[in-house]
C-alpha cells in the first residue's frame, strides 16, 4: 500500500459548484458518481435529533446496501426541519436521479450547516443544474467544508490480485465534533470489488477505532455520517472476508479512515495543538479507547495543553472518571516522550523544563495503566480562546 495524490478511483467521476448556499461564490456542492450501481455502507450519528438526509439516506443504504451517487451541500445542515425537511431530501434525490438518468433508490443525501433552516429548493435546482461530472475535478473536498481552515483528503493504492486498486476519502468537520459512530461527513470510494455487506461489516467495525475516538468539543453533530462506496472496477476477485486479499485491503480502508480522523482532530476549531494520547496496558480494548478518549476530551486537559502546563493531575482525573479498571498505585504517564509519572508519583521538573516539552505542536501522551495488555488510541486538540470565538459568532 502507498499514499498517492489525490485521485478518483476508476470510473468514479465528480463535480463542485457553487449553488448559492455559501455567499461569494465558495463552492457549497459537489457529487461524487460511480458509471455503475456500486456496493454502499453508511455509519450515522446517533444523535436523537438526526438530520433529514442522516435519516433518508440510512433507509436508502439498508435497501439493498448499493449507491450509485452522492450528493452533498454545505451552508444548510437541512436538520431539525421536520416533515418538510424530509420531504426536501426525496426532493433532492429525485433532481439528482432526473440529471443522471438513475433510479433515486441509488442517490444518497448529505448536507452540513445551520441547524432549523429549511433547504432552500431553488437553491438547490441550480446547484444540481450547474454539477456537471469529471475524472479531473477533485474540488469535493473543499466544497463541503464549513468552519474548516482546510479540506481533509487521503488516497492509496494496493494491489489485489494483481489489479491496482484506490481508495479515496475526503472529510469535513472542525466542531461539534463527538461522535458515537463516526462524525463529521466523510466519503470514501474505490474500485474494490466487495458485496454490500461485507463493505458495511468492515466500515462498522473500524469506525470504533477511527472515528469514534476523536474528540474536539464533545458536542455529537445532528448530521453525522461516513459513507462508502465500491463499484469493483478494478476487477480484482470478490473480496472474501478472512482472505488474504481482504486483510490487505481491510488494511488501506482503515488507513484512509484514521487519517481523515486524526485531519479532523487536527483541524479542531481554534486549535493551536493536535493531541495524541495512547493508552496501554489497560484491561481490555474497550477500556483502552475509553480512557484515551476521556482523557483527549477533558476540557481540563485542552485547557493544560493551552496554557502549556504538565498538570499531571487533570490527565489522573480524566482516567479515574471512567470505569475502566486501573492500579492506584502503578500508573506511568509520558508527554511527548518524557515521563512525568512513574508507578503513580511525579517526576521533578523545573518549570523551563516542564515547558519544554510542549514546544512541538503535536501533544502526545502515553499512558501506561498496567492491568493488562490492551492498547488504545485517542485524537483531539486544545481549547483556546479562538473556540469560543467561532461558536459565538457561527451562523451557517
Same mark, same amino acid.
Not at 116 to 145: F, H, R
Not at 176 to 199: K, R, W
Not at 228 to 251: P, R, T
Given at each position: 500500500?502507498?499514499?498517492?495524490?489525490?485521485?478518483?478511483?476508476?470510473?468514479?467521476?465528480?463535480?463542485?459548484?457553487?449553488?448559492?448556499?455559501?455567499? +461569494?461564490?465558495?463552492?457549497?456542492?459537489?457529487?461524487?458518481?460511480?458509471?455503475?450501481?456500486?456496493?454502499?455502507?453508511?455509519?450515522?450519528?446517533?444523535?436523537?435529533? #438526526?438530520?433529514?438526509?442522516?435519516?433518508?439516506? #440510512?433507509?436508502?443504504?439498508?435497501?439493498?446496501?448499493?449507491?450509485?451517487?452522492?450528493?452533498?451541500?454545505?451552508?444548510?445542515?437541512?436538520?431539525?426541519?421536520?416533515?418538510?425537511?424530509?420531504?426536501?431530501?426525496?426532493?433532492? !434525490?429525485?433532481?439528482?436521479?432526473?440529471?443522471?438518468? $438513475? +433510479?433515486?433508490?441509488?442517490?444518497?443525501?448529505?448536507?452540513?450547516?445551520?441547524?432549523?433552516? %429549511? $433547504?432552500?429548493?431553488?437553491?438547490?435546482?441550480?446547484?444540481?443544474?450547474?454539477?456537471?461530472?469529471?475524472?479531473?475535478?477533485?474540488?469535493?473536498?473543499?466544497?463541503?467544508?464549513?468552519?474548516?481552515?482546510?479540506?481533509? #483528503?487521503?488516497?492509496?493504492?494496493?494491489?489485489?490480485?494483481?489489479?491496482?486498486?484506490?481508495?479515496?476519502?475526503?472529510? !469535513?468537520?472542525?466542531? @461539534?465534533?463527538?461522535?458515537?459512530?463516526?462524525?463529521?461527513?466523510?466519503?470514501?470510494?474505490? +474500485?474494490?470489488?466487495?458485496?454490500?455487506? +461485507?463493505? %458495511?461489516?468492515?466500515?462498522?467495525?473500524?469506525?470504533?477505532?477511527?472515528?469514534?475516538?476523536?474528540?474536539?468539543?464533545?458536542? @455529537?453533530?445532528?448530521?453525522?455520517?461516513?459513507?462508502?462506496?465500491?463499484?469493483?472496477?478494478?476487477?480484482?476477485?470478490?473480496?472474501?472476508?478472512?482472505?488474504?486479499?481482504?486483510?490487505?485491503?481491510? !488494511?488501506?480502508?482503515?488507513?484512509?479512515?484514521?487519517?481523515?480522523?486524526?485531519?479532523?482532530?487536527?483541524?479542531?476549531?481554534?486549535?493551536? *495543538?493536535?493531541?495524541?494520547?495512547?493508552?496501554?496496558?489497560?484491561?481490555?480494548?474497550?477500556?483502552?479507547? $475509553?480512557?484515551? !478518549?476521556?482523557?483527549?476530551?477533558? *476540557?481540563?486537559?485542552?485547557?493544560?495543553?493551552?496554557? #502549556?502546563?504538565?498538570?499531571?493531575?487533570?490527565?489522573?482525573?480524566?482516567?479515574?472518571?471512567?470505569?475502566?479498571?486501573?492500579?492506584?498505585?502503578?500508573?506511568?504517564?509520558?508527554? *511527548?516522550?518524557?515521563?512525568?509519572?512513574?508507578?503513580?508519583?511525579?517526576?521533578?521538573?523545573?518549570?523551563?523544563?516542564?515547558?519544554?516539552?510542549?514546544?512541538?505542536?503535536?501533544?502526545?501522551?502515553?499512558?501506561?495503566?498496567?492491568?493488562?495488555?490492551?492498547?488504545?488510541?485517542?485524537?483531539?486538540?486544545? $481549547?483556546?480562546?479562538?473556540?469560543?470565538?467561532? *461558536?459565538?459568532?457561527?451562523?451557517?
Amino acid at each position: 500500500m502507498k499514499t498517492i495524490d489525490f485521485k478518483w478511483p476508476l470510473n468514479i467521476k465528480s463535480g463542485s459548484t457553487h449553488a448559492g448556499f455559501k455567499p +461569494d461564490e465558495q463552492l457549497d456542492m459537489c457529487w461524487v458518481v460511480s458509471d455503475t450501481p456500486a456496493s454502499a455502507a453508511g455509519v450515522y450519528t446517533t444523535n436523537q435529533f #438526526k438530520a433529514a438526509p442522516v435519516q433518508v439516506t #440510512k433507509k436508502t443504504i439498508e435497501l439493498n446496501h448499493q449507491l450509485q451517487a452522492i450528493v452533498v451541500n454545505s451552508g444548510n445542515a437541512n436538520s431539525f426541519t421536520g416533515d418538510e425537511g424530509i420531504q426536501n431530501v426525496y426532493n433532492s !434525490k429525485q433532481l439528482v436521479a432526473d440529471k443522471l438518468h $438513475l +433510479d433515486d433508490t441509488l442517490i444518497g443525501v448529505a448536507s452540513t450547516g445551520i441547524i432549523g433552516k %429549511q $433547504l432552500d429548493m431553488n437553491t438547490y435546482q441550480n446547484g444540481v443544474d450547474s454539477l456537471e461530472l469529471s475524472t479531473d475535478d477533485i474540488n469535493a473536498p473543499e466544497a463541503i467544508i464549513t468552519t474548516d481552515t482546510c479540506s481533509k #483528503k487521503v488516497c492509496v493504492e494496493l494491489t489485489l490480485n494483481d489489479k491496482p486498486v484506490t481508495i479515496t476519502g475526503f472529510s !469535513k468537520g472542525s466542531g @461539534m465534533i463527538h461522535p458515537n459512530m463516526g462524525t463529521t461527513l466523510s466519503f470514501i470510494v474505490t +474500485d474494490a470489488n466487495i458485496a454490500g455487506d +461485507d463493505l %458495511q461489516n468492515l466500515l462498522s467495525e473500524d469506525i470504533v477505532s477511527t472515528f469514534n475516538q476523536i474528540t474536539v468539543d464533545g458536542c @455529537m453533530s445532528t448530521n453525522d455520517m461516513v459513507l462508502a462506496m465500491a463499484n469493483g472496477a478494478a476487477q480484482n476477485d470478490q473480496l472474501v472476508s478472512g482472505s488474504d486479499e481482504y486483510i490487505e485491503f481491510a !488494511k488501506g480502508f482503515k488507513y484512509v479512515l484514521t487519517t481523515l480522523a486524526k485531519k479532523v482532530a487536527q483541524d479542531g476549531e481554534g486549535a493551536n *495543538n493536535f493531541v495524541e494520547v495512547n493508552v496501554n496496558n489497560a484491561f481490555d480494548k474497550q477500556e483502552a479507547n $475509553l480512557v484515551s !478518549k476521556a482523557i483527549v476530551g477533558s *476540557n481540563l486537559v485542552k485547557s493544560m495543553i493551552f496554557g #502549556k502546563e504538565a498538570n499531571w493531575g487533570r490527565i489522573v482525573q480524566a482516567i479515574g472518571q471512567t470505569h475502566a479498571h486501573v492500579d492506584p498505585n502503578h500508573v506511568a504517564i509520558t508527554l *511527548n516522550g518524557t515521563e512525568i509519572v512513574t508507578n503513580s508519583v511525579p517526576v521533578s521538573f523545573t518549570d523551563d523544563e516542564l515547558k519544554a516539552l510542549f514546544t512541538d505542536e503535536n501533544i502526545i501522551i502515553d499512558v501506561d495503566l498496567n492491568v493488562g495488555n490492551a492498547s488504545g488510541t485517542a485524537w483531539g486538540c486544545d $481549547l483556546t480562546y479562538k473556540y469560543v470565538e467561532i *461558536n459565538a459568532a457561527y451562523e451557517g
